[in-house]
């Protein structure tokens, strides 16, 4: 609707996307401030989305909201934060897709309804997006945005039960999809996950205070207790009475999202009992296991192929080299230079180490590849540095569909994998040997109490269906 | 809701204020480049509102805004206006109230609903805004601002009409009030005028392009020609078709504000014919008739009571002395001085020539009284100054009721002349004397084709009611 | 050197042009807020310098600096004018020529040398600035701007007195030229005026503290009262001692600028006795007198012509009509709109009020013509709005030379009075007929106490000749 | 003497900090975008400092600067970027000591002059800079800055030598310390470094095009190639003649920085022929040699002891762990958190990851200990994991005396070997022990060819004196 213009652009290698982080905290006392929990709580989630970032929190039914473009410290300041007062807050920090990077679709979304002000942050993605929309457009609903999020708060201003939070419920089982929600009204902090529990969503103590948060590693920088998961289905509210649980809808298995253990999550997170980090050093034992190469020693592709070349390394034997550098301080909006230097794109995020390259046969480790754009531009730069072979193996199987649940895949004829066979990829990226791990070997890595696992990307089996959203029927 | 910062505020005398200004303009072959055209028009009627400003242009149906808080020439720069590119385009400058003078209130507002994309700007007040407002709220719409023109795009949304120029046609019939609005649909100016024609609006042409504008100097600017004003209760469809006038109203009475004549529009403007300067000087002249005093010379209060202290000069015989200068780069935001100097307010804008008014009787004159507190400071200034005695005289009647229909006067009860006599007005303002104009002789000395006018705020005579508004039911 | 990036323009009628203002203000208790005064003074004195605005505050030897680009509002907020605490501080506004139109020229100027801490700020324009400034450099020194002050400057830094007080007198001996000063040591506020008072500076008394500003107008707004004028050739010294006056140099005879009086100073300003706007007014009276025209009405061009068409209409008994009016919200940035309207650039700022020019013999009054391109757009103007004859009278004499002494004409050769006679000029600019003031009529009607004039733009008798500057180079 | 107002602190761990990087880049032809080439060279060297980024561009005597506070990529933008066209170019990142945080100390500085246009680039300390700034404040010389740049500038422009290249040389001659410069003439690129090679400097060749940088990494990401480092003593002139060597001075024996080698510099530069990861894997390894534990695994505080970690991993035989996670979007501005919360500075920065940690004897690898502080929260944070044992293994002896030569060291009485043994020390920061590399374990393992070391802070041998600046006499 309305134009933006980007004049500078994220460089990014090929990755696949998480679209969002949330967080709430309730502290009935005021004896934590409010708004410094949920800005260090979302600085912890920066990794989750790096777009934009929200704040809002609530004096006494008085709220407060402020969002901008760009990275939580750059949204934020000191008199930003100090006008941001109250006993309840929630935040959100996004990652989204090119076309609809507007402040419009920042969140959290802050809306004034005959039910009451109601603000919501979601991570996540609803199926049935599109239709509810177009229902409620139908029926005479006014959007400012694009986000589903906007949708819930439609359907909470048009619910027939009076009281915000029952209207809240209400909505929360007409959505589909994967969510999980931190939303606020005037006196409680509400969180609520999705029946399959798609996305992740902890439930933390601070002293006095309860804190909601997308990983656990948002707990930890704030010296919180995580106690436990929010359950499939359930709906917490806080408030003046204490916490209370529901379940807005029957309890469905878990299928979590295994790209979160893959790639999405940091490393320090603990999700259903497992620590990220030593799942993915798992992951990469197994790869060592199912693989069979004779290579002069590991290196990961920094940083997301660190983790499963430790492990890969502990299990092979081979030695573990960090033969690739990467600029720390990439990771945020960056010219894109107009003269053309090959491999660029790559090199200003990495650059190997030719003393410890040169000659050696290499094991290339990665989490995952998407168009094998980025892993061609790697190999090509390794090569050069003088690696005599180039084995690249990839701690997850073949990505070869698209996630309708909150990720930011590419369309699915973007997909190497669902173009090429696996020789057909090691020739285009030009790896003497190309290595994935299997399913087999990837779900039984992986120990997180009483969770199962979406696995749609890998193969195809959509537990909730694909629904009617934009690339759902692009894709058909 | 969301709170805003203000660091500097506005030195402002004490006068009534108009709400806002609108413009519109429709260029079939793009010949005129639509955004400079607005941005010159809104420049003309810049003394409408000076809070904030908006254009929005329509290419093709791609609608694109840009709107922020100040004057025309600090929201927009080449950039911004070289990104507004279409054949259709609509302006809004605003005045408002401090509480409510947020960026999410500045207009126009763009809103996409089922019905299309709309844009709308509008000029007046309605009556029965909150009404309807609650109303649409208990069907369950979200409201984004306070601004009663959210309300038209409600209804307009909800309309049982499908094609929005009927959906918008619809939408007039059920609001009442003053108002002079235009909209903006993906293929059509849209340009109505409520039916008792409150608050003005005119029709222009440039070349092959159609201008709507709230008064004539803003044609001026851009050299079109003045074809007419907009009835009362007319509505015009201009498009690719040309200019289709229809009724959505049965047309009332005019009851038009004769504070625009008295206060608000810009001397070089023609209202029914009747240049505005000429008018006011006229009635300076009739002043002049009704008061009987012995003075020196007549100065006026720069700017509002220059026009008629020519008049009044002209008849009274007495000499016409600029006796106090205008600073003439006031009128935009000022940082409150921190320290009491006396009467600083009054200073940053008005200095008195001490060599004319020394030792001097004068006839000040000024167009209205609203509290008194900057006619008192200007007296006192004067004085000191040196001059013997001071007779002010006002070219309206005492103020002593609110308006309901678009002008920010101040709570009925802060109105000076509801609480005291005119002898008592003069004593608290320190004048030697205090003449008002007389209702008649102010109905007598405008001479404006086929119009009637609202005096409510001269005599309570509210032609449509004081509606359900907060500031109707607080003043009850 | 460092290119800067102006997209926007200020639309501007072709004036001559002041250079800059000053203020100064020394408070020993500082009872009244130092950075306060200094706003309130700089924002009367900005029709001296629209371009950048400064104010450099001295906290017990910490000195604070803030200057912009713009207006004065512009320029500061309120934290800027919290962070700028002391007791003595001075400012300055500046109007410059496009070239050099840089922050690096914005003043006042500071500059650590081993003589301590300065500020200085300056209104005037060296005869002798390029070479000592070339001087200067040949001995290593280095400059940050363009600017005559610096060359002050490093005159103070480099002179064989270690005292700062005297090398800055040692340096006012050096430099030729127009020129009025304040300069800020850590504990004293320095005035200083050239030998023959070319440009205006007036001391004033508020309570405890003392104020030095380039126009009495500065004074009234802080309700400063005036004390007297500086002299030409003196310096005064005021610190915690008291107020010291001496004089640098030999009192010439005043060769003050006569164009003060024509156009620059605030009519509200008193200089040598005289109040400016009632010079005006008796150029108007004395032009009226010089003039034989039938006519109508007289017209002021606003505002510059105002003054004087006041006096002209009392002695001619003509009437006098607010015939075209002025936009009160021009005289900042505007963007230059991209298409051709014709004769916009003056549309911007005036618009004729057709119903009282039509069909009318009038005498147009301005206060002087530069270039001839203004005044023929707006007798094109006022020909269009149907006036019958238009007679120009200017209330100065021709403008056939430079100046060297602060302001910015154009060059000699584009002065239109240079390469054409009155009747070829009246033949150009399309009026009926034109009269200018005679040189004596000028003269006799201004009474300044003991002052001299300068009026070598109307007759080439430069006091102290033209020197080495550039202009002076090219106008060879 | 400007304050400046910092709402914001950097998080910082308590670590010594690099001074500056320095870049140039002479393209004859323009093939490559000169501003382009310099904005991707530092941002390969932010490391080497975050607080300001300058870049300044030479069009055919044209000079461009454009410079700020922050980030290469928070200064620069494409709009920016575009307007700095040329032949030449030189920039500069800057770390800076917070007192001194100003943009008047950003670089390049660009300075006019009697020898013409001059843009300077400094990494290094003067030890006589502020004796001869002194002096040649004495002869009357300004400063804009407290940088010793700008007594380089300041002794060229009164160098006695005419032409500007001489007079640099000559100047160079004059100034003592730690310098790697690069310069820029209107027509000439110079590039210097002191006699003894304190601080590094390389050359290298993209196409047509010299560069010149702090270090290798900068070559690498714009696909240049390392021809040679700039000898101590060196100087290089670069234009349409060619490449020319000099030395201004006889060349004295390498005294390079080795803390480049132990912190400073990226692991993926090459300096003397040695990969700097590399030779601190060769630390690590040599650290594993002279230390005696018995532990369950090495895990290093991120980033900073990663490579040494992997030695003494590879030597020790124990387990390499990522115990420790480093937040990956940090290393910018951060708003200090209000509240107390425990350990916070670390916490924003550095997460332990418990179940690796908990109930192990762990070896922890660090580079260096400055103050202790980190260390000590660190270690607290470690246990708090449930570490059953904490060893702390340093890769380099004990820092005891402050740096003079470019590096911001605490001052000595801060460092906190300077105050206690080193048993001392563990008990402190609460190790179980502490182990120290040997000065001779340090030299031994870095193979840099005809290097010779300074090594101040572990052993007080300046190889030329403390000088006199400020740090140097208030450490006497």
């Known amino acids: ?11 990014k290698l090929d990755k696949m996307e998480e ?85 419009a679709n920042a969140q959290p979304i802050l809306t004034n309804s005959i039910k009451g002000d109601l603000a919501i942050a979601h991570n996540g993605n609803l199926i049935n997006g599109a239709e509810m929309r177009l229902n409620l457009e139908r029926q005479g609903s006014i959007f400012h945005s694009t986000l589903d999020t906007e949708v819930l708060a439609h359907l909470v ?25 931190v939303a606020m009204t005037k006196d409680s902090l509400i969180a609520a996950r999705d029946p399959h529990g798609f996305r992740p969503l902890s439930l933390g103590k601070l002293g006095d205070s309860y804190i909601v948060a997308s990983e656990s590693c948002a707990l930890d920088i704030i010296g919180a207790t995580l106690i436990r998961e929010i359950e499939p289905g359930e709906m917490l509210i806080i408030n003046e009475e204490g916490i209370k649980s529901s379940y807005y809808s029957e309890r469905k298995p878990y299928n979590f999202c295994i790209f979160e253990f893959i790639y999405f999550a940091r490393p320090d997170s603990v999700i259903g009992g497992q620590n990220v980090h030593l799942a993915r050093q798992e992951l990469g034992r197994q790869l060592a296991r199912e693989m069979d190469v004779e290579a002069d020693m590991v290196v990961p592709v920094p940083s997301s192929g660190i983790s499963a070349a430790l492990g890969f390394a502990q299990e092979s034997g081979l030695p573990y080299q960090k033969g690739i550098l990467r600029n720390r301080y990439v990771g945020r909006t960056f010219i894109q230079p107009t003269q053309e230097i090959r491999d660029l794109k790559v090199r200003i995020k990495l650059n190997p180490i030719r003393d410890i390259i040169k000659g050696k046969k290499i094991v290339l480790i990665d989490d995952s590849i998407v168009r094998g754009t980025t892993s061609k531009r790697i190999i090509r730069m390794v090569r050069e540095a003088g690696a005599k072979e180039v084995h690249l193996a990839i701690s997850s199987p073949p990505v070869i569909d698209s996630c309708y649940y909150g990720l930011d895949t590419s369309r699915r004829k973007e997909l ?61």
Chains 1, 2, 3, 4 share one sequence.
């Open 157 to 181: 201003a048009r619910s027939f039960k009076d009281n915000i939070i029952e209207a809240f419920t209400h909505s929360l089982q007409q959505i589909k999809g994967a969510f999980s929600i």
């Open 416 to 476: 190497i994998a669902t173009q090429k066979s696996v020789e057909e990829i090691a020739d285009y990226i030009g790896a003497d040997s190309l290595t994935y791990l299997s399913k087999e070997g990837l779900l039984d890595s992986i120990q997180a109490n009483g969770y199962g696992f979406c696995t749609a990307c890998f193969d195809g089996n959509y537990p909730i269906g694909k629904g009617t959203d934009k690339l759902a029927i692009e894709n058909r």
């Open 19 to 103: 679209e969002c982080g949330v967080f709430g905290v309730y502290s009935s006392t005021k004896k934590y401030n409010v708004a410094n929990l949920t800005y260090l709580g979302l600085h912890a989630l920066q990794h989750r989305g790096q777009e934009s970032a929200g704040i809002c929190v609530n004096n006494d039914g008085q709220f407060n909201l402020h969002k901008g473009m760009g990275l939580v410290t750059n949204v934020f300041d000191e008199d930003k934060l100090k006008s941001l007062d109250g006993k309840i807050g929630i935040g959100h920090v996004r990652y989204s897709t090119t076309g609809s990077s507007l402040l």
């Open 1 to 11: 609707m309305v134009r933006e213009y980007p004049l500078q652009e994220r460089i």
